[in-house]
């Protein structure tokens, strides 16, 4: 819930007004989109153009029986760069999961003018990455899953119920060897091909933010 | 999750090197000159007592416009990280994090941050043993996230010598006062601030209060709703509700009461200062 919740800021601001601070004008802000992503519940169906101008309908995948990871993207990020050079947390993951029905998604939410904006191809090409990276410069997409952080992770089981929202791994700090972090992402995807619940459903994502336009 | 995040001391972040080696150039735009931060110790006594107690202080001088965080970073970012290597006869404490500020940024994510100086203080503790005419030296490393637009993460070693005698003169300055007087300590007075919580709120009430900053530390299974618009009044109360599970006993976080132009810093531990 946590990453989710600013999403229903609204609703809570009535019960400040109700004890009496100082009535705000409800600050129905950055969060006011009608549909968020929320853990358990039908994730929200979206269209993006990929960096190529190709149109990517999340409920195309899952209706043709895939399972969708989302990341949130920026390749100026250091903790993107972490899991894309330093190691290949991202394309080792990806490619582990390919042949079992399984989409990588990627997302860039960042403003123009924004760290990493417009820098998609080029990393696609340093990095060999496989999957198509969307574009949400207007953030849209992000707010309504409540990206924060590059990356961000997001899973989508077949159904379209969103099943996994949180970190890539267990290691915030890179302070432990590669095969000891937990890869919370795997872990989950293991879960969801063995028909089992996911165990950690939700965990804190870490990273740098997502660069929103204001 | 939690114990990477609070217990940011020492035992649990060994062995890091920087995550700065992780970056090749190609995919970066541009090189910054100089790394936004500076990392350097100070003691606030002039030698080590055998048996006695000083205060070691982690100050990272960050550029202007950069940012660094505190030990709950909020939704974005890593707090600071100290590891010690402490000589024989010396033992450092945990870090005591001076309260730190709201930072929101665009697209509305919620950020708790240092700007100007970054300044952690940790207690140290001189064995009986010592002798006194020698010398001590304490190293450590720091680690960091410092940012602007962009992030970028640091590493520093940091080191300080001491000699060690029979008495030490400490002198209280401006850093350690600065530093000091935004460590937050348990409400005294309830009459000057209130803290209750009930199934899904947390209320302080600090009469005659021009302003109320909240500073959550994180959990796993609770999550404050709408931490931008309500963790911060401009008022004599502030209320914000929360969603999951309270950890009984738990220290929430700190607050931040404005008070006659001036700030007083309260741990939020609902049940020890009898809210609730």
């Known amino acids: 819930m946590r990453n989710l919740s600013k999403l229903v800021a609204g609703a809570v601001s009535a019960a400040a007004i109700a004890f009496g601070a100082a009535i705000v004008s409800a600050p129905v802000s950055a969060g006011g989109h009608e549909e968020h992503a929320e853990v358990g519940q039908k994730a929200p169906d979206f269209t993006l153009v990929d960096v190529n101008g190709k149109e990517h309908t999340l409920s195309d995948y899952t209706n043709d029986g895939k399972i969708v990871v989302l990341e949130w993207f920026n390749s100026g990020c250091p903790f993107v760069v972490r899991h894309y050079d330093k190691y290949t947390t991202m394309a080792d993951t990806s490619a582990k999961y390919a042949g079992k029905d399984v989409q990588w998604i990627a997302i860039n939410s960042g403003a123009p003018g924004k760290q990493g904006h417009g820098k998609d191809k080029e990393a696609i090409e340093a990095w060999n990455i496989e999957y198509p990276i969307l574009i949400d410069e207007s953030g849209k997409v992000g707010h309504m899953y409540g990206a924060k952080t590059t990356p961000h992770m997001y899973i989508i089981h077949k159904d379209g119920t969103l099943v996994y929202a949180g970190g890539i791994d267990n290691d915030p700090r890179d302070s432990m060897p590669y095969e000891s972090k937990i890869n919370y992402v795997a872990k989950a995807l293991d879960e969801i091909i063995a028909g089992t619940p996911v165990s950690e459903a939700e965990t804190r994502p870490y990273g740098c933010s997502v660069k929103y336009a204001k | ?276």
Not at chain 2, 234 to 246: A, K, P
């Open chain 2, 1 to 276: 999750m939690l114990g990477q995040f609070v217990a940011v001391a020492c035992a649990v972040c060994l062995s890091t090197t920087s995550p700065a080696s992780a970056q090749k150039p190609g995919l970066k735009g541009k090189k910054a000159s100089g790394h936004p931060i500076s990392a350097r110790l100070v003691s606030d006594a002039d030698a080590l007592v055998p048996g006695g107690e000083a205060t070691l202080a982690l100050v990272l001088d960050i550029r202007s416009g950069w940012y660094t965080y505190w030990r709950n970073p909020g939704e974005t970012g890593l707090p600071v990280n100290a590891v010690f290597d402490a000589p024989e006869g010396v033992e450092i404490g945990q870090p005591m994090w001076p309260a730190p500020k709201r930072k929101v940024l665009a697209g509305g994510i919620l950020d708790y941050v240092y700007t100007g100086q970054a300044v952690l203080l940790f207690p140290v503790r001189a064995s009986g043993s010592l002798q006194a005419g020698a010398e001590v030296t304490i190293r450590g490393s720091a680690d960091w996230l410092v940012c602007e637009e962009s992030c970028i993460p640091g590493s520093q070693e940091v080191s300080i010598t001491l000699p060690v005698r029979a008495s030490a003169s400490t002198a209280s300055s401006e850093l350690f006062q600065r530093t000091r007087a935004r460590l937050a300590t348990r409400v005294g007075d309830e009459s000057r601030v209130g803290i209750s919580v009930d199934d899904s709120a947390l209320e302080i009430a600090a009469p005659g209060a021009t302003g109320i900053r909240f500073y959550p530390f994180y959990f796993d299974e609770l999550s404050f709703v709408d931490p931008i618009a309500d963790g911060e009044s401009d008022g004599e109360q502030l209320r914000i509700g929360f969603e999951g599970e309270f950890p009984s006993g738990a220290v929430l976080g700190e607050i931040e009461v404005i008070r006659g132009g001036k700030s007083e810093f309260y741990v939020v531990a609902p049940d020890a200062s009898g809210g609730g």
